[in-house]
């Protein structure tokens, strides 16, 4: 376990908004799948998956009482679809942005291409662009892994999300712009959120496996497990690549089939999508963060919770996909338990979708009788 320096992880919420509505005046290019799916969910009444009724639905009164721009809830227990209320026109039908939920997506399709023989976790991130000349190169950058990568512990020079959003608003190769910051401290020792680093291993993919993101995803993930569409943003270069760490949409039904996917360790319908130890080794706690959220650690571009106390019951090894304005994909293996939100959340001192989790959902998991 590394430690982590998050000083500069906290961004004033309105200025960074301000800087993305800029950055969005370029033109975005988007690739779309579309494609009917047979899936149909499995419905039940939360009483019959041992979750108090009232809970819930006191917790949508509090949403619309309350005002909170929550769009979407899901839950989803024990397979069965038991809760699904959409607010402020929003619909199932209706693709969301998924903001850095994206980066679990591209972090279980860098387990399937390493299945597939592509890389490999432990390979040099220098080595996967040969064509590619990076400035400020010492021995440090030369043993960056896509390990380091996928737990943002690169070592390379980033501040945070406003540098994000400036690289994603210039005409500069992203992935050269990534690699050739100077190295600021060992791979695999700091935890620095960095999405760019997310987008390299967008760029890993399609380098390594000759298709574009969405397309690998289509083949791979999106088809296999019955998602019926997405959109993703890709980047303002020549290749166009997606954007590993933003810019997909997805419904939060599909959201919803993602999380139950990996409450399934990578199984769907008896068919290993996602390599059973890959889904173990990215939702395991692999890097401390110091507060990133509260509880967490990190795994391979996901959060991680070992453990937090609820009105006197545990949750344990629990973990999330999570986004800006609180986009949320909460699995508990545990409790047999996936949770969705989807929001535009920007004031973070009012009641949000985590207390929402808290106080009504977790609440609501009636306890195990042992006769």
Known sequence: ????????????????????????????????????????????SPEKQKMNAGLLRNMTEFIQDKGIPVHSVLVIRNDYLVYEQYFSGFSEERRHELWSCTKSVTSALIGIAIDKGYFAVDDLVLDLFPTKTFQNIDERKQKMTVEHLLTMSTGLEWAGDTEYVA??????????????????????????????????????????????????????????????????????????????????????????????????VGSWNGKQVIPQE???????????????????????????????????????????????????????PESNLVVVFTSHVTNYTLPGPDYLLYNFILSAILPTVIL
């Open 1 to 44: 376990m590394v430690k982590a320096d998050l000083k500069s992880r906290k961004v004033l919420i309105i200025l960074l908004s301000l800087i993305l509505v800029t950055a969005f005046t370029i033109t975005l290019e988007i690739s779309i799948f579309n494609k009917p799916s047979s899936f149909e969910w499995k419905t039940s």
């Open 167 to 264: 690289m994603r608003s210039s005409e500069t190769d992203w992935v050269q712009y990534v690699l050739d910051k100077p190295m600021v401290a060992e791979p695999g020792e700091v935890f620095n959120y960095h999405t760019g680093a997310s987008h390299v291993l967008s760029a890993i993919i399609q380098t390594t496996t000759g298709n574009s993101t969405l397309e690998f995803a289509q083949m791979y993930l999106l088809e296999p497990i019955g998602l019926e569409s997405a959109s993703w943003v890709v980047d303002n270069q020549e290749f166009k690549i997606a954007r590993g760490g933003e810019g997909l949409y997805m419904t939060p039904r599909d959201m919803a089939r993602f999380g139950l996917l990996y409450m399934h």
């Open 278 to 332: 890959w889904v173990k080794a990215s939702t395991s706690s692999r890097v401390t963060t110091d507060g990133g959220q509260p509880h967490s650690n990190y795994g391979y571009q996901f959060w991680t919770y070992p453990s937090i106390k609820l009105n006197g019951r545990f949750f344990n090894n629990f973990f999330a996909a999570r986004g800006m304005y609180e986009q949320l994909i909460y699995v508990f």
